[in-house]
């Protein structure tokens, strides 16, 4: 096991078979034939929201379990077609067509896969908790908006993917509204909404479905249905192979396919997360990209949608006993019996029901509570969240990602400006006072020397506090002393600021002493090549022995000096 720890690729299939039992198999079975009902209805309702055919959501669902059960890193992660996706499809598909689609999929594979590769696993995780839940409440709200036709019965093909031009298409056509798809969309959201008081094990969107198609079936009711719309579905996978692909294609994809994968990542590794907990083991963050990297790619060979593991089936899969890839790869199976065996009678389901539940979902994927709770905080985090998620709705879902993640890295360098201090430690006693008397010998700073002190790390923010606290100096003094105990990180800026105070000592003969230097901060000096020009003889560990040296250095020569 140590040798297969030093790899940044390791399927937990690998592991999963010490101390395996028949009984342990048989609950993993039963597991994932629950999830694969509750991944059916739920699959056909995001590839119709998303624009494509439900054998497409499907598809996706049948190859991401499969893949992700085989490669993954979690034990019971199971992956597939997932609301989160719905708006970002939807608009790729409706620019470029599900040839655009296909290949902005297979490239976000490609990414999420070099993002395993390079061990940035751990790294996705550190996405501000702001421009989370700003998308998520955005995504949330947009396919709410998206399914207001389906759930209304109104035909309008070629509507808009944003949300404004959705809603004034949804105003010119409210004389479409049907009734029959409005009565099956509420009795829809109404079992989905009250089941919960009837059963928790039995799937409520598999009881929803069923509901509403079974008299559409039989009485023939006068509403949209697959068969409809789509002309039923064809059994059984089919290779879709890879679309036509251009330069100017792949560069006009890759923001698109950079937020399928940056969604991806961040919901696969989160809901893995989350089923750690439930289950008691640990995945591996590495190996989840690099598997939901392939199952996006091989998705869109066979013609699916994009995938991420699936929060809702991840969690019914551990609550029901699955500790094993074998859950997901027998709810894989199951979706794959459905579509070869049983795709005739899913041609009756009504798109209005499809919509109720994803409706549902999308509803419940909303950070509501975490929302109201940001906006109600700090003013920055607040800004981040409202521009993350009114981009989101009003603008483009690509556009908010980055602009989020580029806000909360302006807060984050202006938060550790703000907690980075320099203080200038002058030749006086009233200085004095600020120093803890059981970590500073007193000891009075001689004629000449002054003794910064840096509190906190030293990026870019802090570098301009120095700057503006050495204006504030009249007169050059010949030592500078830059105390450096409480910072634990220096960057670039950083460094430049200490060589550029190093060669004005140099050019003015005076002397430059550091002291209190941490780990990171001397590897960073050492790196640079500043280490070795400073000298260690003015590289110490304590503000005594800084001084001490100081007193050395502007000592007046004596004649044994030259001996």
């Known amino acids: 096991m140590q040798v297969i720890r030093r790899y940044v690729f390791r399927p937990k299939l690998i592991t999963s078979f010490r ?5 342990q198999f048989m609950t993993d079975v039963f597991s994932g034939v629950i999830v694969g009902v509750i991944a059916v209805p739920l699959s056909i309702a995001v ?56 290949i902005a999929t297979i490239m976000a594979g490609v990414m999420l896969i070099i993002m395993g590769v390079a061990r940035l696993g751990r790294m996705i995780q550190y996405v501000p908790y702001p421009v989370v839940v700003g998308f998520s409440s955005g995504i949330a709200t947009v396919i709410l908006v998206s399914q207001v036709g389906d759930l209304l019965g109104m035909s309008l093909a070629g509507a808009p993917p944003d949300v404004p031009g959705r809603i004034a298409a949804y105003l010119s056509a409210v004389s479409e509204v049907r009734l029959g798809d409005t009565l099956v969309s509420v009795a829809s959201i109404g079992i989905l909404v009250s089941w919960k008081y009837v059963s928790r094990r039995v799937p409520a969107a598999l009881v929803a479905i069923l509901c509403v198609t079974i008299p559409v079936a039989v009485f023939d009711l006068p509403v949209v249905t697959i068969n409809s719309r789509f002309g039923g579905l064809p059994r059984g996978l089919t290779w879709y192979g890879l679309p036509p692909v251009t330069f100017e294609l792949v560069r006009e994809l890759f923001i698109p396919a950079f937020t ?68 997901a790869f027998a709810n894989a199976l199951l ?56 981009l989101t709705v009003i603008v483009d879902l690509s556009i908010a990602i980055q602009v989020g993640m580029v806000l909360a890295a302006f807060l984050f360098m202006r938060r550790m400006s703000i907690v980075s201090q320099v203080r200038i430690m002058r030749a006086d006693e ?48 010949h030592v ?29 003969e005076g002397h430059f002493i550091l002291c209190g230097l941490r780990a990171q901060p001397e590897r960073a000096l050492r790196k640079s ?20 040296r100081a007193e050395q250095l502007i000592a007046p020569p004596t004649a044994n000096d030259g001996a």
């Open 335 to 390: 979706v794959l019996l459905v579509l070869s065996v049983l795709a005739p009678l899913a041609g009756y389901i009504p798109i209005a029901g499809l919509a109720g539940v994803l409706a549902v979902v999308a509803f419940n994927m909303g950070e509501w509570r975490s929302f109201a709770a940001l906006v109600r905080g700090p003013k920055s985090d607040m800004v981040v969240l409202l521009a993350t998620f009114f």
């Open 19 to 23: 101390d395996y039992s028949l009984r």
């Open 529 to 548: 090549g500043l280490y070795a020009r400073i000298g260690e003889a003015n590289i110490v560990a304590t503000l005594d022995e800084a001084i001490a």
């Open 430 to 477: 009233e200085s004095r006072a600020h120093e803890q008397p059981d970590t500073f010998n007193p000891r009075a700073i001689p004629k000449d020397v002054e003794v910064y002190e840096i509190d906190g790390p030293f990026f870019f923010g802090a570098a301009e506090k120095f700057r503006n606290a050495m204006l504030l100096i009249e007169r050059r003094p």
């Open 480 to 508: 500078r002393i830059i105390r450096m105990r409480n910072v634990g990180a220096i960057d670039a800026t950083g460094l430049r600021l200490l060589e550029d105070l190093v060669s004005d000592s140099d050019h003015h």
């Open 260 to 327: 399928i994968a940056m969604l991806c990542g961040i919901e696969s590794l989160f809901t893995a997360l989350v089923a750690d907990g439930m289950v008691g083991d640990r995945h591996d963050p590495n190996t989840e990209l690099i598997a939901e990297g392939a199952a996006n790619a091989m998705s869109a060979f066979f013609g699916g949608i994009p995938v991420s593991g699936a929060i809702a089936r991840t969690a019914t899969n551990a609550k029901t006993g699955a500790r094993t890839p074998v859950a």
């Open 47 to 102: 590839a119709v929201a998303s624009g494509v055919s439900p054998q497409q959501g499907l598809t996706a669902a049948i190859v991401a379990g499969a893949v992700v059960a085989i490669l993954g890193g979690g034990p019971v992660q199971v992956s597939g077609p997932t609301g989160t996706f719905v708006v970002i499809a939807y608009a790729i598909g409706s620019q470029y067509g599900y040839a655009g689609l296909a």
